[in-house]
């Protein structure tokens, strides 16, 4: 009924040693490696600096205009910090991701992630973004212009709590602003209200919503304004298409949740973060939004949300005081492990298991 156990042939402590130098392999290789900077780290500084200089000319330009910076909330003065309800405030927020993505290092990876999407002077992307985070988008057009992309820019005037929530100072004044001082040049090509349907619904408090007809009426940007989530996902495949010029998107940018590029769907919710290759063809873009679009359209999509964890797999500090100097985080470096050494270490944890078969026979 019950098998006799056979002692194996393999000396258990010889085992034991082939572990125990295992284990120490790795720790020794955990050590022993370097930080190289990564093949694109002068323009992940450059883009970096940008962002940072830009930071500083929207505090300047808040200051100028009547605005006061609570520093109880925007630790780093750099006025890309909102207030927690105003007019056109959407949805709830999270503080600490907000002042996160303040960060210039985020302007590094995604010179990182347009490394390694192999882009160069003069491709075309496309950005869908909320005024959730106003940092965010500094950050990828502060890459974009580094590398001299050219940007078609949609932008949803709604934004989650501590967002760019201000009526007067959304991210369109302060990209006014960047542009006038000759910081960047990037155009927004049409703006949304955002929010629910991208039509503002559900806000808070309803009278609010003359507030995103007053700021799109002051902006003279075009607007998209449709009956349906569906509409407006149409809609702004068509200013893309007609905005490329015959050039072919090679990657779209989602900053925030805005349904239009975000997705309505269960599955939306569960989307990584980070850049996202296409595998999988999903056609149901029309309820899905421009991340499922832009994939089944053999285009890459690089989706910039939860944005706590993104930073961490990123090698980016997060809510760091002071925000850090540009060059020195691991985003812009790749960890090199001497090949040949793995290669001796390999050998060397076999070494026992082999001698092991080798003389038990």
Do not use: C
């Amino acid at each position: 009924m019950f098998t006799k156990w056979v002692k194996g042939k393999i000396n258990i402590k010889l085992i034991i040693i082939s572990a125990v130098i295992a284990l120490s392999s790795l720790l020794f290789l955990s050590v022993s490696s370097s930080r190289i900077e990564h093949p694109a780290f002068k323009e992940q500084v450059e883009a970096a600096l940008k962002m940072s200089e830009a930071e500083e000319i929207i505090y300047q330009a808040k200051i100028d205009q009547g605005y006061q910076i609570d520093t109880a909330l925007d630790l780093n003065k750099t006025a890309l910090i909102g207030k927690e309800y105003t007019p056109i405030t959407t949805t709830l927020g999270n503080l600490k991701a907000k002042r996160t993505a303040t960060n210039p290092d985020f302007a590094a990876l995604i010179i990182r992630y347009f490394d390694q999407l192999n882009l160069k002077k003069g491709d075309k992307i496309a950005v869908g973004a909320s005024g959730s985070f106003p940092g965010l988008i500094l950050a990828v057009i502060s890459a974009a212009e580094t590398i001299d992309l050219d940007v078609e820019l949609i932008y949803s005037i709604g934004a989650s709590m501590y967002g760019a929530n201000i009526p007067d100072f959304t991210f369109i004044e302060m990209l006014k602003q960047l542009q006038k001082d000759n910081i960047l040049n990037t155009e927004i090509t049409a703006i949304s209200f955002g929010g629910d349907n991208d039509r503002a619904d559900n806000l808070f408090f309803i009278e609010n919503k003359n507030s995103f007809f007053e700021i799109s009426q002051k902006s003279k940007i075009p607007l998209i304004y449709e009956k349906t989530l569906k509409e407006s996902v149409e809609q702004r495949i068509k200013i893309f298409r007609n905005s490329s010029q015959n050039k072919k998107i090679k990657v779209f940018i989602n900053i925030g949740g805005a349904s239009a590029n975000f997705g309505n769907t269960a599955s939306s919710v569960k989307f990584e973060n980070g850049l996202t290759i296409p595998g999988k063809l999903n056609t149901e873009y029309t309820e899905n939004g421009l991340l499922s679009y832009f994939l089944s359209k053999n285009i890459p999509v690089i989706h910039l949300l939860n944005i706590e964890n993104l930073a961490r797999k990123s090698g980016i500090k997060v809510d760091p005081v002071p925000l850090p100097e540009p060059g020195k985080a691991d985003v812009y470096y790749i960890v090199d492990h001497n090949k040949i050494l793995i290669l001796l270490l390999l050998i060397l944890m076999a070494f026992p298991l082999f001698y092991a078969k080798v003389f038990s026979e």
